[in-house]
């Protein structure tokens, strides 16, 4: 639950700051291929996190 949670406050930082910056949405794939640093955790979760942000945002 932690990472899941890290994940998505993670990317809405940076999601936020992309968009003040030039107007333009990162897209779900491209959040999600940088998941690869946390391998111990079910790689379910932290798509699920991210989906629940796009969602979300």
Not at 23 to 45: H, I, M, N, S, Y
């Amino acid at each position: 639950m932690g990472c899941a949670q890290f994940v998505y406050t993670h990317f809405f930082a940076r999601r936020k700051e992309v968009y003040d910056s030039n107007q333009a949405d990162p897209r779900l794939q491209a959040c999600g291929a940088e998941l690869t640093w946390l391998k111990e955790v079910d790689k379910f979760v932290l798509q699920n996190a991210l989906k629940n942000l796009n969602r979300a945002y």
